[in-house]
């Protein structure tokens, strides 16, 4: 009938069911290769049984212990990475050679170095001398074994504070370097136009960048920051070679005790998947949002 649309149907075209059969065929061969090459015996049920089997005193599956540490330092990290990460962009573009050099010279510094490198650099020669100096000794390591329940939420056993801060840090201030260039090239995109209609109106410089410049700025900046926030999830594996017990050190322990190598890094790689995806849906909204909100304007 006029007026109406009908719905779209998801074809599949012959590209596409190319992939797929090449897909199932590579998925099949690495399944024929693990069973008849390595002569590796499956055994999906023990896996299965051995992540889901509760602590000594009930406490939570380690494996989930490990997931819910990734997220954790995942999540810190990111609200630590994003606030820095701004501040490195907007003194990048500083007209102030005080503040534009060493934003410079530390971006450059952190993405030309390997991250592994990175985290050894900061934790043995770093991260033991900062604790002291920013006086968190008493809080990170001194800490009754007692907290509170919002305490244990937020940040996990007060044994552990000190590697979470350390790895915290650690992924935060890789992603930063990144995350500061994301900025600002998200406002170096805005017309010059715009910043003189800004200032015609006699707004005053933090009013400009505020109500005119960033929100025009974050419809350009949210897509890749979702992917710098999805690299951060995955880079924070890294940490587990400082001992923060997060997925991949978790994984790797139960792994090795346990003989079921390919499983349960499987089930790692599938921890990882649901995080990841569930962040790149999550900014997938959020990118809509913003360029609806931008278009309105």
């Keep these: 009938m006029p007026g109406k649309k009908s719905p779209v149907a998801c074809k599949l075209g012959k590209?596409?069911?190319?992939?797929?059969?090449?897909?199932?065929?590579?998925?099949?061969?690495?399944?024929?290769?693990?069973?008849?090459?390595?002569?590796?015996?499956?055994?999906?049920?023990?896996?299965?049984?051995?992540?889901m089997t509760p602590g000594r005193n009930g406490e939570l599956p380690?494996?989930?212990?490990?997931?819910?540490?990734?997220?954790r330092l995942s999540l810190w990290g990111m609200l630590f990475a994003g606030s820095l990460g701004l501040l490195l962009g907007l003194a990048r573009r500083s007209s102030w050679f005080v503040f534009r050099f060493p934003a410079q010279a530390y971006i450059q510094l952190v993405r030309n170095i390997p991250p592994l490198v990175f985290v050894f650099?900061?934790?043995?020669?770093?991260?033991?001398q900062l604790i002291p100096v920013l006086g968190l000794e008493s809080?990170?390591?001194?800490?009754?074994?007692?907290?509170?329940?919002w305490q244990s939420f937020l940040f996990g056993p007060a044994k552990l504070w000190e590697n979470l801060f350390s790895g915290v840090l650690c992924?935060?201030?890789i992603a930063a370097a990144y995350i500061a260039e994301i900025v600002r090239s998200g406002i170096d995109a805005i017309a010059k136009g715009q910043w003189e209609a800004a200032d015609s109106l006699g707004l005053t410089r933090l009013d400009r960048f505020r109500f005119v410049i960033f929100p025009q700025a974050l419809s350009g900046i949210v897509p890749p920051l979702a992917g710098q926030f999805i690299s951060l999830v995955k880079d924070s594996?890294?940490?587990?070679?400082?001992?923060?017990?997060?997925?991949?050190?978790?994984?790797?322990?139960?792994?090795?005790s346990s003989g079921l190598i390919f499983e349960i890094w499987l089930l790692v790689g599938a921890g990882y998947l649901v995080l990841c995806f569930s962040l790149s849906v999550l900014f997938?909204?959020?990118?809509?949002?913003t360029q609806k909100h931008h278009q309105t304007r």
């Design 62 to 71: 380690y494996f989930f212990q490990g997931l819910i540490a990734t997220l």
């Design 15 to 51: 590209l596409d069911g190319l992939l797929m059969l090449l897909i199932a065929a590579a998925i099949g061969w690495l399944w024929y290769r693990s069973s008849a090459g390595v002569h590796y015996q499956w055994n999906w049920h023990k896996a299965f049984t051995l992540i």
């Design 237 to 256: 594996s890294i940490i587990s070679l400082i001992s923060v017990q997060e997925l991949t050190f978790v994984g790797s322990e139960i792994a090795n």
């Design 139 to 149: 809080i990170l390591r001194d800490t009754p074994s007692d907290i509170g329940y």
């Design 121 to 128: 650099i900061f934790y043995f020669f770093i991260s033991s």
């Design 171 to 173: 992924v935060g201030l």
């Design 284 to 289: 997938g909204k959020l990118e809509k949002h």
